[in-house]
């Protein structure tokens, strides 16, 4: 067996300073929230119930769903066709230097939080979707 030279090749590695953004949240079930993030987040801040806050709703826990970007809440029961504010602050990704996404906070509209069957077909339609990449204020 014989050997080869290869050329010589030059690696630059980029840093990603992206920070997480929240891309949807919608309803599962009468006590499931569901937030989709822009990418992957950290288990250790994203799984933090601290992290999140809805006026008027306990939540009681976080976890991931079957991907890393999205994040299912389990809260006290959401009443129908109610119009919520949501807070998400201190959620990292999974960057070998963690970006940390600014605090978010955003007011659902009412059809945020209608209690939908998550196989309907019309779940699309009870979901908030943000207007860009972020939701914001």
């Keep these: 067996l014989g050997s080869t030279n290869s050329p010589e090749v030059r690696l630059a590695v980029t840093r990603d300073t992206q920070r997480p953004a929240v891309l949807r949240v919608l ?3 009468p006590t499931n929230v569901w937030i989709t993030f822009s990418e992957a987040v950290e288990p250790g801040s994203a799984l ?3 992290s999140y806050a809805m006026a008027g709703v306990t939540i009681y826990q976080a976890a991931l769903a079957d991907e890393p970007r999205t994040v299912i809440l389990e809260t006290s029961t959401l009443a129908p066709d109610t119009a ?6 201190d959620v990292r990704d999974i960057a070998s230097q963690p970006n940390t996404m ?11 939080m ?10 699309v339609a009870n979901a908030y979707f943000c207007p860009s990449t972020a939701c914001s204020l």
């Design 48 to 50: 933090n119930p601290a």
């Design 27 to 29: 309803t599962g079930t």
């Design 84 to 89: 919520y504010s949501i807070s998400i602050h």
């Design 102 to 112: 600014a605090k978010t906070a955003f007011s659902t509209p009412s059809m945020l």
């Design 114 to 123: 209608k209690l939908m069957m998550p196989s309907s077909s019309a779940a």
